[in-house]
């Protein structure tokens, strides 16, 4: 099969925190949490949800239990906070989707911002490496020659009636690889009623965006690589810088794809 395909593990690690959660509907459960000496709220969002970038979930729950209880103070801005100061933290069992799509495309479009400028210390060293030893992937064909198993999340059916067939993509086509997506919705926790939000998070899509088929597609791994200044797929890092050097170098054509796609970000 021969497809120009767009591998985009380095997007997972670019934008997997991109999203924070759905707008949430506050319940009883949470605890209270009086601000210290060297905090702000994506710090303390980092520390009760992973997640830096959910800290508009702590201002809203505050701000919601002042109706319950004057010790509270609104947060008006949320870039001030005062030591001493309470917040409440609601437990995640008591994050429950409501589909507020302003929100959430607000939260995208945050963390998209946050996302244009990755420090050094942000560069992820467990991307996953498309070599042939890799276990972890799905291979065919013989040593050599052989294809890589990927997937692609979309709402485009033109895929539909080439089952089985082989195709020349005329675009780019974002992928991951098919043990990440799988091994992600096998771990997740059913209780929760907002998979596909949380997928689209995790692939750094915009939330509600109306995907409806995943496609899985055999591809040359000559035929993929990572959008980002390193493009190389055979490593588990991809650099900040695009490389030059006797080993690898990046040619003018991909310098100017990547430089055009980066600054029609949001």
């Known amino acids: 099969m021969k497809l120009k395909l767009v591998f985009t593990t380095t997007f997972l690690f670019v934008l997997m925190a991109a999203t924070i959660s759905a707008a949430p ?48 103070i609104v947060i008006a801005n949320p870039d001030t906070l005062e030591v001493g100061q309470k917040l409440w933290i609601p437990g995640t069992a008591s994050l429950i989707v409501s589909g507020d799509d302003a929100f959430l495309q607000q939260a995208y479009l945050n963390a ?6 990755v420090e050094p210390d942000e560069i992820s060293i467990n991307l996953i490496p498309i070599v042939e030893s890799n276990s972890q992937l799905v291979w065919r064909g013989e040593a050599g020659n052989r294809q890589v198993l990927v997937l692609t999340w979309t709402s485009w059916d033109g895929y539909d009636d080439k089952v089985n067939q082989t195709m020349t993509a005329t675009r780019q086509t974002w992928v991951t690889t098919v043990p990440e997506l799988k091994d992600f919705c096998t771990a997740y926790n059913t209780s929760q009623n907002n998979l596909v939000l949380r997928l689209e998070q995790l692939l750094g899509l915009p939330p509600n965006n109306g995907k409806t088929r995943f496609v899985e597609i055999w591809v040359s791994p000559a035929d993929l690589f990572r959008p980002s200044p390193d493009p190389e797929i055979t490593d588990r890092e991809a650099e900040l810088i695009f490389p030059i050097s006797k080993y690898f170098t990046v040619s003018a054509d991909y310098a100017t794809w990547f430089n055009d796609v980066y600054c029609q970000r949001p």
């Open 112 to 117: 998209v911002q946050d996302a244009a400028i």
């Open 25 to 72: 509907l506050w319940q009883e459960d949470g605890q209270e949490y009086t601000v210290q000496a060297g905090d702000w709220l994506s710090k303390i969002a980092d520390k009760y949800y992973g997640e830096p970038l959910a800290y508009p979930i702590i201002v809203e729950a505050t701000n919601a239990k002042i109706a319950e209880d004057s010790s509270f």
